[in-house]
C-alpha cells in the first residue's frame, strides 16, 4: 500500500492479511469495511477475539476446544463412552457432529505425524488417548484420520500402540463418496471401493 | 455449527462471518486459527481493529481516510493544489497513487449517485467539494468516477453543479485496457476505444 495511507489502517490490513487465505487485496477491503462500521460493533469484533482467545481451551479429557474444564459431549451421560473415536483436530468433531450418528465420545490429536514437517507422535495427544484407554471401560477406538499419507500413518502407529491393551481398533470405511460421480472418482477410491464391497 | 461447540468461538466465528466475502466455513477457519495464535498476537490483532476505528477519520480537506486532521497528501505542498481528481473512495486514491504519475490532490465522495439503492447527492461529499472550489485556486476537476451507470451519473451530476464556476472539468479517459486482448474488449470499450482514437 502506499505510505499516504493512514497508518493505524496499515497495521490493520497487515493483521487481516496475516490471516490463512487472505491477501493483501482482501486485507485492505476488510480493513476498510471495519472502518466503516459502528464503533461498537468493531469493539464486539475485539472483544469476540479477545474473549475467545481468554476462554477457550482444551476439554481435560478428549482434548476437543471447550470454554469449560469438561467439553459438553464428555459430559452427557447419555453417550457412549466405551467408544471413542480419535480425529485430527476440532473441525473434524464438528463434521462428526453435524451427521448426527454418532453417539460416542471423541479424542483429538492437534495434529498427524509428520516427519517432513518435524511433527513426531509425542507431540500430538497420543498420550493422553493411552491414559484414558488405561483407565479402562473403553471398547473400541475408531482411527478417523484424513485417508492422506499422514492420516494413514498416524491412525497405525496409534493401532499398534493399543494393540497390547486388546481393544477394537477400527478405522473409517473408504469407498465412493455418496452422490459422487464414479467416472471422476480417482483410482485409490474406485480400488478401495471395490476391495471393500458390500453384498447387497 | 453444533451446540456443542464452544460459545466464545461461535460468537467469534459469527463476527467473521459477517465480513463481506467470507462465508460460515472460512469464518470457522478463521476463528480456530486465531485461537491457534499466541494471546500476544490476538491482542494485537484486536487493537488493530480498536486504533484503527478511533484513530481513522476523514481528512477535513479530501474527505480521504488518515488518522491526521488534514492527510499527507493534502498537506504535500509540493502537489498541485489547483487540480483535484474526484473519486468514489479511498481504494481509489490508493490506485492512483500507485501510478506514481498523478501530482495533484484528490477529493474523495464516498458513493456514488444510486437512487435504486437509496443513495441522494445529499449523501455523498458533493457539497463539500463545491465549498473547495469556491475557496478558489482550483483550475481542473478531474472526475475520476467508475466508468459505471451510477459513476457517469454521478459524473454529469457534479459535472452541471461546477459548469456555472467555469473551470475546467474532465473524465478520465475510456478505451482499452493496456495489456488487454482486443477480441476480449466488450462492445461498449471497443466503441469507446474507437471513438477516442488518437493520431500515431
Same mark, same amino acid.
Given at each position: ?20 487465505? =487472505? ?15 459502528? $464503533?461498537? %460493533? @468493531?469493539? +464486539? #469484533? ?26 459438553? =459431549? ?15 483436530? $476440532?473441525? %473434524? @468433531?464438528? +463434521? #462428526? ?104
Amino acid at each position: 500500500m502506499a505510505d499516504h495511507n493512514a497508518l493505524p489502517l496499515l497495521v490493520l490490513t497487515e493483521q487481516f492479511a496475516r490471516l490463512p487465505g =487472505i491477501g493483501m487485496k482482501t486485507a485492505e477491503r476488510l480493513a476498510y469495511y471495519m472502518i466503516s462500521q459502528s $464503533p461498537e %460493533d @468493531v469493539e +464486539a #469484533f475485539a472483544n469476540a477475539l479477545i474473549s475467545a482467545k481468554r476462554e477457550i481451551r482444551h476439554c481435560s479429557c478428549c482434548l476437543n476446544l471447550t470454554d469449560k474444564d469438561i467439553c459438553p =459431549i464428555c459430559e452427557d451421560s447419555t453417550r457412549d463412552h466405551s467408544t471413542i473415536c480419535v480425529v485430527e483436530g $476440532p473441525k %473434524d @468433531v464438528t +463434521a #462428526f457432529e453435524r451427521t448426527n450418528e454418532y453417539n460416542g465420545v471423541y479424542h483429538v490429536l492437534h495434529g498427524l505425524i509428520s516427519p517432513l514437517d518435524g511433527i513426531l507422535p509425542d507431540q500430538l495427544k497420543i498420550r493422553e488417548l493411552l491414559a484414558r484407554v488405561q483407565k479402562g471401560g473403553v471398547r473400541e477406538i475408531i482411527m478417523a484420520t484424513n485417508p492422506t499419507v499422514e492420516g494413514d500413518a498416524t491412525a497405525m502407529y496409534i493401532a499398534q500402540l493399543l494393540k497390547p491393551m486388546d481393544i477394537k481398533v477400527t478405522r473409517l470405511a473408504f469407498g465412493l463418496p455418496v452422490g459422487g460421480i464414479l467416472e471422476y472418482a480417482d483410482e485409490v477410491t474406485l480400488y478401495k471401493a471395490l476391495e471393500n464391497r458390500n453384498e447387497m
